[in-house]
């Protein structure tokens, strides 16, 4: 079978079938030819005719059956799929094709998959609706921060920092992506430290605060330290998704934990923030929730990060958009925010989901617990629908933060 054998523009995909959106461009091959090509190399083909290819195989083949300038759509037979295997399918609709030759660029912009292979994996465990259940707070977004500086700071002052934060009115700390079990701060010491003051912090707001290890490892590892979370009196960990990889993600989820998991997405943007090439955000969105996270990062279209505010409504829409009878993931919003931006924040994301801020409060003016209280200054206003300016004019900690910085929002 040659490549344009894959292409068919009559053909209709039917409810089992995955299918793919694709932006293709190539250098000098015929674009049909070449989308052809990447539905023959990710199902039953490849660059020549073979000997080996029986009759029964043709139910099998991917099919290209629409092509609009440089958007090319694909339908794979549900069959190709083993289920419950994540890897599986990106290996098949996200593996090799990216680097043929005669394709300039390639990029994953979403996908559709069935309800038999969605119903194949767990999903979240809590979801936005378990989420505001543990942390009892219903009509405003959750305020978290990361402990700054991302490294470097031994197990005590890790804890104090994190027990400032949240009794200036932050609900959520958490760990940065990069912090693990180092010499400086060892694992279980940081943990049991950290959930101490959390204690101690509900003891004195009488409000429900949360922790987020880092328990990113090898699995075996990443399991232990999950349980160890749990068996200390946690109630959510968190991974780094792209480096474990989707069937670390899996392994943990599978353990069927009572514990949140919080997913960062560190290192995404060498997939997705080349408009042509790659894959796009929302794709690893569907799938982080296919296999089980509770809450995913997905930036925030204002701040420090790259994201357009169509990116991540398209992010928010895979977490909370209807597929199947999966629970809706709350999306996190981080890089760069500070109170300023808040009001700009809710008109994105509505209330349904975290905003993470780590510079915007460690770095104000007056220290940890007053850039809390500003954050949570900032939310309280806006649902309100008061001003910032005019809630500042009696709130010494937001006006501080807005001085600061105000002309970055």
């Known amino acids: 079978m040659k490549y344009r054998d894959f292409v068919d523009l009559t053909y209709r995909p039917s409810e089992n079938d995955v299918v793919c959106d694709f932006f293709v461009e190539t250098y000098d091959e015929e674009i049909t030819k070449m989308a052809g090509g990447v539905a023959a190399e990710s199902s039953i083909g490849t660059w020549t005719e073979l000997a080996t290819m029986k009759a029964y195989m043709k139910k099998l083949q991917a099919v290209v059956f629409d092509i609009s300038g440089n958007s090319v759509r694909i339908a794979y037979p549900i069959e190709l ?16 094709v990216f680097g043929l030759k005669d394709l300039k660029n390639l990029r994953l ?41 991302k490294l470097g700071l031994n197990p005590k002052d890790h804890a104090e920092v994190a027990f400032n934060a949240w009794v200036g009115g ?62 200390q009196g946690g109630e959510y960990v968190m991974i780094d998704i792209l480096s474990c990889g989707f069937s670390a993600l899996q392994t943990l989820r599978d353990q069927d934990l009572n514990m949140v998991l919080h997913a960062h997405r560190a290192g995404h943007a060498a997939f997705t923030k080349n408009p ?20 995913l990062h997905v930036g925030a279209a204002v701040g420090k990060m790259s994201e357009t505010r169509e990116e991540v409504l398209m992010s928010c829409e895979a977490l909370k958009g209807k597929m199947s009878k999966l629970r809706r993931v709350m999306p996190v919003a981080s890089g760069g925010l500070h109170p300023a931006l808040v009001p700009s924040l809710i008109d994105i994301f509505g209330i349904d989901f975290v905003i993470q801020a780590g510079g915007g409060i460690h770095g104000h003016k ?40 105000r002309s970055d929002s």
């Not at 999903?123 to 990361?146: E, S």
């Not at 008061?386 to 004019?393: D, G, N, V």
Request: negative net charge; proline residues 3%; aromatic residues 6%.
């Open 81 to 96: 799929f083993e289920l419950g295997n994540m890897p599986n399918m990106l290996s098949s609709v996200a593996g090799n």
């Open 109 to 149: 912009n979403d996908v559709r998959i069935p309800e038999e292979i969605v119903t194949s994996f767990k999903g979240p465990k809590y979801g936005i609706t378990g989420i505001r259940k543990l942390v009892d707070v219903y009509h405003r977004p959750l305020i978290g921060t990361i402990i700054k500086p």
């Open 170 to 231: 932050c609900d959520i700390v958490k760990d940065d992506e990069n912090l693990s079990s180092q010499k400086f701060s060892q694992f279980d010491d940081r943990v049991v430290k950290t959930l101490d003051y959390r204690d101690r912090a509900e003891e004195q707001t009488g409000e429900k605060k949360i922790y987020i290890p880092n328990v990113t490892s090898e699995t075996n590892e990443m399991v232990k330290r999950a349980q160890f979370v749990v068996d």
């Open 276 to 295: 042509k090439h790659g894959i796009a955000m929302r794709v690893i969105a569907k799938l982080s929730r296919i296999v089980g996270v509770d809450q």
């Open 366 to 405: 007056d220290g940890t617990v007053a850039g809390a209280k500003a954050m949570r200054q900032a939310v309280d206003a806006t649902v309100e629908h008061i001003e910032l300016e005019e809630y500042a004019t009696t709130h010494s900690e937001l006006q501080i933060a807005l001085e600061t910085w």
